[in-house]
């Protein structure tokens, strides 16, 4: 008997689909999951924090003081009756922004509703890295239990068949034993993939329960011309660095800011006196303004240090993930490699293996040589599906990586 073909089998399980539609259906199913994640909530609630943050710096930390103060006062003289006066003042007082604070915390009022924006845009960025990690991990064992299935059942096709001929007269029993142990554990090996890849769905379950999962991943179809233009796509790290970038932005117009603030805010007032019981009124303005010191100047030098580091720290995050990005692109091209290698190797011992069973059946071949050239196929055919996997998962994350992921 002649196993079956596994490479044909692997590649018969390829959706009929197109490729672009089975990223979309990947990619839909992300989205879906994302939006199920309290992400969206403190998404809302990053809003409602950044308009009042925006609110507050729009209209500034000062507002108008009234003041009052009353009194009586007596006058004793002793050549004069004795004599009493109400008075009384009222003070209205506010302190203003100069111009350069007024329009810098204008830059920092809209800079806190764009921050607001990047910061769902990355958290939403970094869950859909996490939904793809747990689904590769899921479609990486389906793929081995799809193999260890086909070779399971083949080989326990062929234990029956030889065991048929030992009860036919015709064939050896320890051949069939051997056979069927073999056929057992192939078997074992299919269950444990199966287990693995049950946990895998159970997890993307468990971060996603409300998520509506297929049975099994589809295998999405990779062309040469699909890795080249892949690779070939420009990665928008702006996209990915937005939040990093606005925040050092609004580090280094805090800087300004702190500098500007050197110059303290004057405060106007203006007043109305009453004496001597309304006598003597008086219309009077004041002005006031504190003198500089130690505290402004430190607040101005932490400005200054808290900006450089949230520039540092945007190039840093930037290097990380350009690695990120340059290990996706040498995996995906690897994996391509490797998996024309694994498949080559895999064929040449197919054929091998074919010729052996034939030797087989007319007794030329011992039973012991069979099995060996059959676990070296199923090597061989693990390792393939192994480089798909991890041809497909480099596939996805690039396109994650490089914006061109869509629904």
């Known amino acids: 008997m002649k196993l079956i073909l596994f490479t044909a089998a692997a590649a018969a399980i390829l959706s009929a689909s197109s490729s672009s539609a089975q990223e979309a259906d990947v990619f839909r199913l992300m989205n879906e999951a994302v939006s199920s994640t309290p992400v969206t909530t403190i998404a809302r609630a990053e809003m409602q924090r950044s308009q009042a943050a925006s609110n507050q710096l729009l209209n500034g930390p000062y507002e108008y003081e009234v003041s009052g103060s009353g009194g ?12 009493g006066f109400t008075e009384w003042s009222i003070d209205l007082t506010r302190t203003f922004r100069l111009p350069e604070k007024r329009n810098l915390d204008a830059s920092l009022a809209d800079l806190e509703t764009e921050i607001a924006d990047a910061r769902d845009a990355s958290r939403r960025f970094e869950e859909e890295l996490i939904f793809l990690s747990l689904w ?8 081995l239990e799809r193999v260890s299935r086909e070779i399971a059942d083949a080989s326990s096709e062929l234990a029956e068949l030889e065991q048929a001929k030992v009860d036919a007269g015709t064939g050896r029993q320890i051949d069939a034993d051997l056979l069927m142990a073999e056929a057992s554990n192939f078997s074992l090996r299919a269950r444990e993939d199966l287990s693995r890849a049950q946990m895998a769905r159970n997890q993307l379950l468990q971060r996603y329960p409300s998520l509506n999962l297929p049975v099994a991943p589809p295998e999405i179809q990779i062309s040469s011309s699909d890795i080249t233009l892949i690779l070939a796509a420009r990665t928008d790290y702006d996209r990915m660095t937005r939040t990093a970038s606005l925040e050092a932005q609004r580090a280094q117009t805090q800087a300004l800011r702190a500098n500007a603030d050197l110059t303290p805010d004057p405060t106007f007032g203006i007043g109305l006196r009453s004496d001597f019981g309304g006598d003597e009124t008086a219309l009077v303005f004041s002005f006031s303004m504190p003198l500089s010191g130690q505290f402004r100047r ?23 993930l350009e690695q990120i990005v340059a290990t996706a692109r040498n995996t995906l091209q690897q994996s391509d490699v490797l998996l024309s ?19 087989y059946e007319l007794g030329d071949i011992r039973i012991d040589e069979l099995i060996n050239v059959r676990r070296r196929l199923i090597d061989a055919s693990r390792s393939t599906a192994e480089q798909r996997a991890a041809r497909q998962a480099a596939y996805l994350e690039l396109l994650e990586l490089t914006g061109e992921a869509t629904p």
Do not use: F
């Open 72 to 83: 009586y006062r007596r006058v004793e003289d002793p050549l004069l009756p004795d004599m």
């Open 136 to 143: 590769n991990e899921w479609a990486r064992w389906t793929m």
């Open 298 to 320: 430190s607040s101005a030098e932490q400005a200054g240090a808290q900006a450089r580091l949230a520039e540092a720290q945007r190039s840093d995050l930037t290097w990380r």
């Open 341 to 359: 290698g694994a498949i080559e190797n895999e064929t040449v011992i197919e054929n091998a293996l074919v010729r052996l069973e034939a030797g």
